[in-house]
Nanobody, 124 residues
Framework: QVQLVESGGGLVQAGDSLKLSCVVS????????MGWFRQAPGKEREFVAG????????QYTDSVKGRFIISRDNAGDMVYLQMNSLKPEDTAVYYC?????????????????WGQGTQVTVSS
C-alpha cells in the first residue's frame, strides 16, 4: 500500500513563496516518476509539475514555468514543489501523486497513487 502525505500549504499574499513537501512510503520511491497536480474550486484537477525517477527530467505546465520548481530526494523518499511569485490564480488544493514507472508523464491517468492534498490560498 503506497502512502503519500503532503504538507506545506497555507495562506500567503501574492508574490510570496511556499514550499510543498510530500513523503512517500510503501514502495521503491526511486523507481517511479512523481508529479504535483492542483484542483481549484469548480475546476478539473490539472497537472502542475512532474519529475522522472532519477530527478534529471522535469516538466511544468505553462502557467507555472519560471516560478515553480519540482525536485526530489530519493534518499529521503521526498518530493518537493517550490512555488515562487505566487498569484491568486494559483489558489487550489495541491496533490502529490506517484506513477508506477520511471519515466515522466503528464497524464493524470498514469498516476495511481495520490495524497490527500494540501490547500494553498494566495490573496491579492
Amino acid at each position: 500500500q503506497v502512502q503519500l502525505v503532503e504538507s506545506g500549504g497555507g495562506l500567503v499574499q501574492a508574490g510570496d513563496s511556499l514550499k510543498l513537501s510530500c513523503v512517500v512510503s510503501g514502495r521503491t520511491f526511486d523507481s517511479v516518476a512523481m508529479g504535483w497536480f492542483r484542483q481549484a474550486p469548480g475546476k478539473e484537477r490539472e497537472f502542475v509539475a512532474g519529475i522522472n525517477s532519477n530527478g534529471r527530467i522535469t516538466q511544468y505546465t505553462d502557467s507555472v514555468k519560471g516560478r515553480f520548481i519540482i525536485s526530489r530526494d530519493n534518499a529521503g523518499d521526498m518530493v518537493y514543489l517550490q512555488m515562487n511569485s505566487l498569484k491568486p490564480e494559483d489558489t487550489a488544493v495541491y496533490y502529490c501523486a506517484a506513477t508506477s514507472r520511471p519515466w515522466l508523464t503528464t497524464s493524470i491517468g498514469d498516476f495511481g497513487s495520490w495524497g490527500q492534498g494540501t490547500q494553498v490560498t494566495v490573496s491579492s
